[in-house]
């Protein structure tokens, strides 16, 4: 029981910690400090959903559906553009105020919730790190997997939540200009790498 949740911290913590749109947004949102800790939570709560489908089957039903992991590429290909382009924007701008709680540019509530959940579910990568990559190494601890599950899930929510408040806590050091053209900067250039790294797997599942 023990072995299989801290297999499941370590290989969920594996998964989560290179840089990717999830942690980049929720890295912008704790610097921002808008609301940093929803945002965590829905990431945490994706995650746990995903997590939980995969390992009980949800893995092997995506696998064999090209047609819809095609789909979800390409609308999280255009997602990400769109998300990155609005990032160089603000980090080229003559005086960046995207980080700025005196903000006009404050996000909504909504519309933070729907960016966070577009930014999760509207990427691949989650669905092949999450779904299919522990989903497989779940199955294989038979009927220990709904505590490989919960190890995978406690991974997600040490993690976000750390992330979270860690950028919130470093805000005043954060907010100033310098720091928030690097922080965009390097938004912007995850979002549009993972972007083509995404549309080259598609063209490559077209092609082949």
Request: charged share 10%; glycine share 8%; proline share 4%.
């Amino acid at each position: 029981m023990l072995v299989a949740y801290f297999q499941g911290i370590i290989l969920g913590m594996a998964m989560i910690l290179p840089i990717g749109p999830q942690n980049a947004f929720v890295l912008s949102q704790g610097v921002r400090r808008q609301y940093p800790v929803m945002v965590a939570a829905l990431c945490a709560m994706s995650d746990a959903i995903l997590i939980s489908l995969g390992v009980f089957g949800g893995g092997a039903l995506l696998a064999q559906s090209p047609l819809l992991l095609q789909l979800v590429t390409w609308a999280g290909v255009a997602f990400l553009i769109w998300y990155g382009w609005g990032a160089f924007r603000e980090a080229f701008k003559p005086n960046p105020d995207t980080f700025s709680m005196d903000s006009q540019t404050l996000h909504t509530r909504y519309r933070i919730i729907a960016t966070v959940l577009a930014v999760t579910w509207l990427n691949p990568h989650v669905y092949l790190d999450t779904v299919v990559v522990l989903g497989s190494l779940g199955e294989q601890f038979g009927d220990l997997r709904l505590w490989f599950v919960i190890g995978a899930v406690t991974a997600s929510i040490i993690w976000f939540f750390s992330l979270a408040i860690l950028a919130a806590w470093m805000a005043p050091w954060l907010q100033k200009s310098l720091a928030q053209r690097g922080i965009n900067l390097l938004v912007g250039t995850v979002m549009w790498v993972i972007a083509i790294q995404l549309a080259r797997h598609a063209l490559a599942g077209l092609l082949s």
